[in-house]
């Protein structure tokens, strides 16, 4: 993301079920046939708190695997503030892969054309560090609020720091994506909401 713009430079399905049809096998058929099913039972009862730990895991990737495509900012219906002047060109290119998020912007703001950034995140909720090809250096964190991505960025250059919070919902439909960016900080504070269009 850049300070001249603020524009970010930034289903899968989980199925984790276990059956158990043990009940109708603890009939009256001697101890040998309770420890067999005792048997079966144990090791599923135990692995319980390893699939509870890949759910956990894989919760975040398949909630932003939802976002993942190509999408067009829509100028129209997109409301930029009056902190700078609205991008004539933001698109974005959103994959999930090895439980990271990648963010691919191509941004044309006036006077400053052909912006070309990657930024990525782990899923896992840690801050990472980052620097950008316009000079600011900072940190991105990835988490969710239910089924919205929330991205919050700490930009700092030449002595400007400013936090940008994104908070990503798509529609219903899963072609239109809502981004509505706060940014604070050193006398900052600016709200705008921007609307893309899914490209493909």
């Known amino acids: ?10 289903r899968l399905a989980l199925v984790a079920g276990v059956a158990l049809g043990v009940g ?26 390893a699939i509870a730990a890949i759910a956990a895991t894989a919760a975040p990737a398949a909630r932003a695997a939802a976002f993942a495509g190509r999408w067009a900012l829509n100028e129209e219906d997109s409301a930029f503030g009056t902190l700078l002047p609205a991008p ?6 959103v994959s999930v892969r090895h439980d990271m998020l990648r963010v691919r912007t191509a941004e044309d703001v006036p006077g400053f054309e052909g912006l070309l950034q990657t930024e ?16 600011e250096r900072g940190d ?25 919070t994104d908070q990503w919902a798509l529609a219903a439909t899963g072609t ?3 981004v509505s960016r706060h940014i604070t900080g050193d006398g900052v504070d600016e709200s705008m ?3 893309f269009d899914r490209a493909e």
């Open 120 to 135: 990525r995140y782990p899923l896992d909720g840690r801050a990472t560090p980052e620097r950008f090809t316009s000079g």
């Open 24 to 49: 109708a096998a603890l009939a009256p058929r001697g101890v040998a046939a309770q420890e067999a099913a005792a048997a079966v039972v144990r090791p599923v009862v135990a692995s319980a708190p």
């Open 140 to 164: 991105g964190q990835v988490t969710f609020v239910g089924d919205t991505l929330v991205l919050t960025q700490h930009l700092e250059r030449r002595g400007l720091a400013v936090t940008v």
């Open 193 to 195: 909401f921007l609307v």
């Open 1 to 10: 993301m850049s300070l001249r713009s603020w524009h970010p430079v930034p």
């Open 176 to 178: 239109r994506l809502g």
């Open 88 to 93: 004539t060109l933001l698109d974005l290119d």
